[in-house]
Each structure stands twice: as C-alpha cells, then as structure tokens.
C-alpha cells in the first residue's frame, strides 16, 4: 500500500514529460526571436542606407549610418525582449 504512494502514476510522470517539452520549447523560440530580430533590424538598416546611398549618390556613407543605426536598434529590441521575461 505505501509504495503506491512512493511511486508516481504515469499520468503524472506524462504531465511533468509534457511540462519540460513545454519549457524546452519556449526557450528555443524566445532565443530565436532573438536572433532573428537582431539580424532583421541590421538588415533593413544595411538595406535602407544602400538605397539611399544609390539614390542620392552619398556612397558609403548613408550605408554607414544605418548600419549602425540597425545595430543600435537590434540591441534596443534585445533589452525590450529581455525586460518582457
């Protein structure tokens, strides 16, 4: 009678399985936000300045600026992320 006590049912083990996925899967997806956030705001930073710079012809230097600026605002987005958690 008391090791039917000692040992957990398999409902329980199958729930505490499917709670670790659940955790396992969620931190997966928190840290590719992540990086898909920061190369994303890098690249239309990259993006923007080229155009620009093919448009009004001020090569490298919009390229420049907006690059930097794109790095700026990935790193503002990854402490937004972080402060969400």
Known sequence: METEKLMPDKDELA??????QNEFLRAVSF?????????????????????LDNRLGTSPWLLLVFSLLGVVAAFKALFDLSSRV
């Open 15 to 20: 729930a505490k399985k499917k709670k670790e």
């Open 31 to 51: 840290f590719s936000q992540i990086g898909i956030t920061m190369a994303g705001c890098v690249f239309i930073g990259v993006f923007l300045g080229r155009f």
